[in-house]
């Protein structure tokens, strides 16, 4: 059967899983929820790769407490700065870049 002419609906993958929850409606707060629901039910069924599955965690892990991803990337020798740092943490586009190069590292994750 053609795989494109087929009238069944394609297999949910955890990265399309994910893709779906961050695009929806809804707060950052329960699309985290959603995508640590999706991450551990298909982890119990060993569908993920565990190299997969702990980018996914530490992208959750980034965007639950932004201020501390901001300081594990600084230097040895540099500072950050928490009114700009308040400012970056208060805009969605920060959060959506941390879960966008979270699922792009999983799908060239082998």
Do not use: W
């Not at 009238?7 to 699309?31: C, F, Q, R, V």
């Not at 069924?45 to 965690?57: D, E, F, K, T």
């Amino acid at each position: 059967m053609d795989r494109f002419n087929s009238n069944e609906e394609p297999e949910a993958t955890p990265l399309s899983i994910a893709k779906d929850i961050i695009y929806s409606d809804g707060t950052m707060d329960e699309k985290v929820k959603q995508i640590e629901s999706a991450i551990t039910k298909a982890s119990k069924n060993c569908s993920i790769p565990a190299a997969r599955y702990q980018l996914a965690i530490s992208a959750l892990e980034a965007i639950i407490d932004p201020i501390g991803h901001m300081k594990k990337q600084l230097k040895e020798d540099e500072r950050l700065d928490g009114m700009y740092a308040i400012r970056i943490a208060e805009r969605p586009e920060y959060y959506q870049d941390i879960a966008r190069k979270a699922l792009e590292e999983i799908a060239n994750c082998t």
